[in-house]
Structures are given as C-alpha cells and as structure tokens.
C-alpha cells in the first residue's frame, strides 16, 4: 500500500510515560490516531485527531488514504502485548509500521507479583474464547491472564472451578501504572465479582492436578460415538505428526477430533482444521475442543476430497478415515507443503492394501500397531487385543 505508520506505547500514567522517543513522534506527527483515553492524555499540538474506526480492519485502507502525511497510532503499554501494533503489522506488513514500545501491563504485573518471566506463563484472551485457557491449567503453575473487559474476571473465576482450582490465588490488577486496582482472593470467592474495564489476572494454580499437553489423553475425555483413535493408537500418530509450533494439521476424516485436539494441545501456536462429513460428529468435535483448551480448532463438515478444496495450505496431514476413498490420499499428497509430514491409518484389509501401494511409490515408514490391555476373564485376568492399526508416516519429498 506504501503507507507507513509508527505506533507508540503510552502507560496508564499518561504523557511522562512515554519514551523520550515516542514523544518526539507525536509531537511531529500530522495526524494522531488512538482511542478516546489515549488521545485525551496528549498535550495540545498541531496534528490532527482521529478515534480508531468501527470495525478498523475494512476501515484502514480508507484511513490511512485520506492521511499520507506522517501518522501516529497510541496503543496501552507495548503495542505488540495483544495491541494494535501487531494488527497492523498483519495488515500492512512489517516494513510499513515502525514499533515504540512503552512497558507492558505484562511487565508491570510481574513486578508487582514479584514473579520472574521465567516462572510464569502469558496467556491472552482479549478477542479470545475463554476456554482457552483451559489448556494452562495444571497444579503449580503461575499464568499472567491478559482479559478483555470486566465480565471477564467472574467467567474466568468460573472456568476455573470447573476445573478443580476453585482454591486458586487469583490477583486481579486494574489500571496498571496508574492509580491501581487491586483484588486478592481465591478463584471460589470471584464467581460473581466484576473485574476493573482494564486489567489483568495473576493466577496460581492451586487444586487439581490439570491435564499433560503430551499426547495421550485418556479416551473418556473424548465425547465419542465410538469413532475415536484409541489412546496408544493416537499417541503414535501425533508422535509421527512431530508437531512444531505454529504449524496447521489436517485431520482428515477426524472422528472425535482426538488427534488434531491433541496436536492443538502440544503449542498454543499450533493450529488444526477438523474435516468430519457427519455433522453429528463435526459438533462433538467442536465441544472437545473446547473442553480440552483448543477452541480455536476449525471445524469443516464434508466429505474428502471435495471439503479438502481451498483450505490453508497444511504442515502435515492425518487420514484416520477415508483413506482408501477414491482421491482422497491423492488430494492430500497434492495439497501437502514439500517437506511435510503425512499419516495414515489403516483398520481394514482394503486400506491396508491402498497403504502398501503408496509405501512402495513415496518411501516412508510402514508398521503394523498392535496393543494388548488387562482384561477380566471371569474371575482371573488375561490379556485383551485391540484391534490392530497399520500406520503409514512419510515425509514428502523424502524419496
């Protein structure tokens, strides 16, 4: 577009918290952009003043065509802390916006927790489903919880005791570097308590033991009507997904959803699109999902190969249904990135047969997955086959 714009940090406390950098920015700048609060704490000068449109996306091309000259977006803290700086650095690019920092509300809770960043997990949910947070959940561990408005602190309060940490020390900061906020309780004591329009949450996480985000979960935490990839079963499929942070899953013929929710839950960048053609199923998807942390999952009801058309491109692929289905494995090789990782199981001998043509066109690895629980036997206990997976794993452009 050849617009460039330079967002500056401004804290609570208003102009003396600006850098001496950032200061000289808005004192040059022919047009100031911002919110009401922000702009109200800039001292008189000769640029023009313009509030954020609604909605700012559709509205910025606009915007900026109607202001060439040197524009100043203000923004709470670092603009890339959950602010607009990273908006419009998706918007217009990363050489089009120049970023001046002021200190995060992030750092400024830290301080006031007195907590190292190395002891501490950041987690938004401004613009964010609050099941999200679900995923951080585990015994012992602090998380700093970035919140959008004040009905926030009793939604958050709750979620927590749903989840067995009804005795988590929850800190709510309002109004950080200003004349502060400040509430201390137990997440129990805050199920109907409003929270500050502006502020944040420091959470210990006390109670429950959580959940691993190591693929694994125990099958009863998938609503299922049976199509589910058994724990161990699952567990090798993600290994050989070999998940890395922010990459995109396919999971084709998804079931339950139990292989991408896993992959979801290893990275809170990871991202993962369910392709499910029994809608049934495509909504019980969309519950694990957001039972088990990752409501973000995307799902997509139809059959493959027509649904797979004009998704993202994929990092890897798994096929847990369909894969002898005409098209289907050739529209997920066609479609997968060079490099990336595809798997397929196999349950039935027509599969099975597919898998071995493919194994000796593209290379890969090629097992036969057989595990064996305890079962009773009357009175006495013997060992019980599940029924055996072949798993196809190949990178493609390997061979």
């Known amino acids: 577009m050849g617009s460039r714009i330079t967002v500056v940090g401004i804290g609570a406390d208003g102009w003396s918290s600006m850098s001496a950098t950032g200061r000289e920015h808005v004192l040059a700048a022919d047009v100031l952009l911002g919110g009401e609060r922000h702009l109200a704490m800039i001292p008189p000068t000769d640029a023009a003043r313009e509030q954020w449109p609604s909605p700012l996306l559709s509205s910025l091309d606009d915007l900026l065509a109607r202001h060439p000259g040197r524009v100043v977006a203000l923004a709470s ?101 200003a004349d502060e906020d400040r509430i201390a309780s137990t997440a129990g004591d805050l199920v109907d308590t409003a929270g500050p329009q502006l502020g944040l949450l420091c959470i210990e996480c006390v109670g429950a033991e959580g959940l691993s985000t190591t693929p694994g979960l125990p099958d009863e935490f998938f609503e299922n009507d049976g199509q589910l990839s058994k724990r161990p079963i699952r567990a090798a499929a993600v290994c050989a997904l070999a998940p890395r942070p922010g990459e995109l899953l396919w999971d084709v013929g998804a079931g339950a959803g139990s292989v991408g929710i896993e992959w979801a839950r290893t990275d809170p960048r990871c991202r993962a699109i369910a392709i499910e053609k029994d809608r049934m199923r495509g909504d019980a998807i969309a519950r694990n999902a957001a039972r088990l942390g990752v409501p973000s999952l995307r799902v997509v009801t139809g059959g493959a190969p027509d649904a797979l058309a004009g998704l993202d491109v994929p990092d890897a692929i798994f096929v847990g249904g369909g894969g002898s289905r005409d098209g289907v494995l050739e529209a997920c090789w066609h479609a997968l990135r060079p490099g990336g990782r595809l798997v397929v199981h196999a349950v039935t001998l027509e599969t099975e047969a597919v898998l071995v043509q493919w194994w000796k066109k593209c290379g890969g690895e090629l097992s036969r997955l057989s595990v064996e629980q305890a079962s009773s036997i009357g009175t006495f206990t013997g060992w019980q086959s599940l029924r055996p997976v072949v798993q196809w794993s190949v990178t493609k452009g390997e061979k």
Do not use: H, K, Q
């Open 77 to 177: 803290g670092d603009p890339l802390v959950s602010g607009i700086g990273s908006t419009l650095i998706r918007r217009l690019g990363r050489d089009a916006v120049e970023v001046i920092p002021a200190v995060s509300s992030v750092a400024l809770a830290r301080a006031r927790m007195g907590w190292s960043a190395e002891e501490c997990d950041t987690v938004t949910l401004v613009g964010r489903d609050v099941d999200a947070l679900r995923r951080y959940l585990s015994r012992g561990r602090r998380l700093i919880v970035l919140t959008s408005n004040s009905s926030s602190l009793p939604e958050i309060a709750r979620l927590l005791v749903g989840e067995g940490f009804a005795d988590a020390a929850v800190t709510v900061l309002g109004n950080l570097g």
